[in-house]
């Protein structure tokens, strides 16, 4: 599991490669688009609109 964080609000939930996909389950339920690797050494970001990443 990987975490992800929100960089509209800082929600953290899990990538989609976890049971719960909870990075995706909040874009979904809020509207937040841009997630960030939370995880150390990592700074990739995700936008779900788009399926971009930067």
């Known amino acids: 599991m990987h975490l ?3 960089l ?3 929600h953290i939930g899990c990538c989609d490669s976890s049971p719960g996909k909870h990075a ?14 939370f995880e150390p050494g990592e ?3 995700w936008c ?3 399926n971009t990443m930067g």
């Open 24 to 37: 995706s389950s909040h874009f979904r339920m809020v509207g937040h688009p841009v997630m960030q690797s």
């Open 4 to 6: 992800r964080r929100c």
């Open 8 to 10: 509209d609000c800082g």
């Open 43 to 45: 700074d990739w970001r």
């Open 48 to 50: 779900f609109t788009d």
